[in-house]
């Protein structure tokens, strides 16, 4: 019996999977804890028209970049990580966290003038009451960010691919990415970027940014416009203005869209089943896309990786990974 296309290309999928375990990946950016408390509500508090929350369960997950290493880590990659903490207990969360999954945290600097991104979440009867946020937010001084780049320039002469998580809290700055981006490309490695729309037009040169629709908008300053013409434009214009190797662009229930340089546009369709929750969703994308780019994949079997572990996480509660055999059973 001859292989169909189909089968071929499943095949293909599960070999590029295969080869993920110890694939070397640096993840570079802004690093959070994210907590959840959760409760019961039985009353109203005297003292203000606020729901009394019952505690009955507390945890904590890495969040931002520390996702992205999260989800690097469950597919088997060896990870390091380039961020910064402060010196409390949400940075020793962190790094304890880290280390236990075997990752490289060498290139984690403490700096005693911040603190570690904390974001606190509420939850009472699975809806969220209230946010609160503990962070320092604004560049790095200079001992920080010589730091930094110490750390980067040792992390990725061991690199076969990097990941640029940028939230807009500090650590990639405008010399940081210079470096990172240069430096891939002088090596021949691939560096991908989850961007932040105010700093859009420092990532030229990467090989691929992976913005949601939203944000692919807001990165262009543009109204958003409905269509799938009117995405391809934004696909193109996005190439142009990066002089990025491809774009790829996450549509939630269309699936994603992935523009390369030389012209081609694949749109790839949801493999989701369900949808429970998409939170960090765009971390499991952006790293089983760049792990498998530096599992040898091509452009096009990467995202339809991703877009299969994607299909895997919002079809499960709080923000999750995925892992080789969870995802190579998606695949088949």
């Known amino acids: 019996m001859i292989p169909t296309r189909k089968m071929r290309d499943r095949q293909?999928?599960?070999?590029?999977?295969?080869?993920f375990p110890g694939r070397r990946v640096l993840v570079v950016g802004d690093l959070m804890l994210d907590q959840y408390v959760r409760g019961t509500v039985g009353r109203i508090s005297p003292e203000a028209p606020v729901p009394v929350v019952r505690v009955t369960g507390e945890t904590h997950i890495p969040g931002g970049?520390?996702?992205?290493?999260?989800?690097?880590?469950?597919?088997?990659?060896?990870?390091?990580?380039?961020?910064?903490?402060?010196?409390?207990?949400?940075?020793?969360?962190?790094?304890?966290?880290?280390?236990?999954?075997?990752?490289?945290?060498?290139?984690?600097?403490?700096?005693?003038?911040?603190?570690?991104?904390?974001?606190?979440?509420?939850?009472?009867?699975?809806?969220?009451?209230?946010?609160?946020?503990?962070?320092?937010?604004?560049?790095?001084?200079?001992?920080?960010?010589?730091?930094?780049?110490?750390?980067?320039?040792?992390?990725?002469?061991?690199?076969?691919?990097?990941?640029?998580?940028?939230?807009?809290?500090g650590v990639i700055g405008p010399k940081l990415?210079?470096?990172?981006?240069?430096?891939?490309?002088?090596?021949?490695?691939p560096v991908t970027v989850d961007p932040k729309p105010e700093h859009f037009r420092r990532y030229r040169g990467i090989s691929c940014v992976t913005p949601n629709t939203a944000e692919a908008w807001a990165c262009m300053r543009r109204e958003p416009k409905p269509g799938q013409d009117a995405l391809v434009a934004l696909g193109h214009e996005i190439l142009r203005t990066l002089k990025s190797r491809s774009v790829l662009i996450t549509r939630g229930a269309e699936g994603m869209s992935l523009f390369e340089a030389h012209g081609?546009?694949?749109?790839?369709?949801?493999?989701?089943?369900?949808?429970?929750?998409?939170?960090?969703?765009?971390?499991?994308?952006?790293?089983?896309?760049?792990?498998?780019?530096?599992?040898?994949?091509?452009?096009?079997?990467?995202?339809?990786?991703?877009?299969?572990?994607?299909?895997?996480?919002?079809?499960?509660?709080?923000t999750a990974v995925t892992d080789t055999e969870e995802l190579s059973e998606a695949v088949r």
């Open 65 to 169: 970049a520390g996702n992205v290493v999260n989800n690097l880590a469950s597919l088997g990659a060896a990870v390091s990580v380039v961020g910064v903490i402060g010196e409390d207990e949400a940075g020793r969360r962190l790094t304890e966290h880290f280390r236990g999954k075997g990752v490289d945290v060498e290139g984690v600097c403490v700096d005693v003038e911040r603190q570690t991104t904390q974001k606190c979440r509420v939850i009472a009867e699975r809806q969220q009451v209230v946010r609160f946020d503990r962070e320092t937010v604004g560049p790095m001084t200079h001992a920080t960010e010589t730091r930094l780049l110490a750390s980067l320039d040792e992390e990725m002469s061991r690199a076969e691919a990097v990941i640029l998580s940028d939230y807009g809290k």
């Open 12 to 19: 293909e999928l599960l070999r590029t999977i295969a080869r």
């Open 177 to 189: 990415l210079a470096r990172a981006i240069s430096e891939a490309r002088r090596r021949g490695i």
């Open 264 to 318: 081609k546009v694949s749109h790839i369709p949801t493999v989701a089943r369900e949808v429970f929750d998409v939170s960090g969703a765009g971390d499991t994308v952006i790293s089983t896309f760049t792990l498998a780019l530096a599992a040898g994949a091509p452009l096009l079997r990467a995202a339809k990786l991703s877009n299969h572990a994607a299909g895997i996480v919002v079809g499960k509660l709080g």
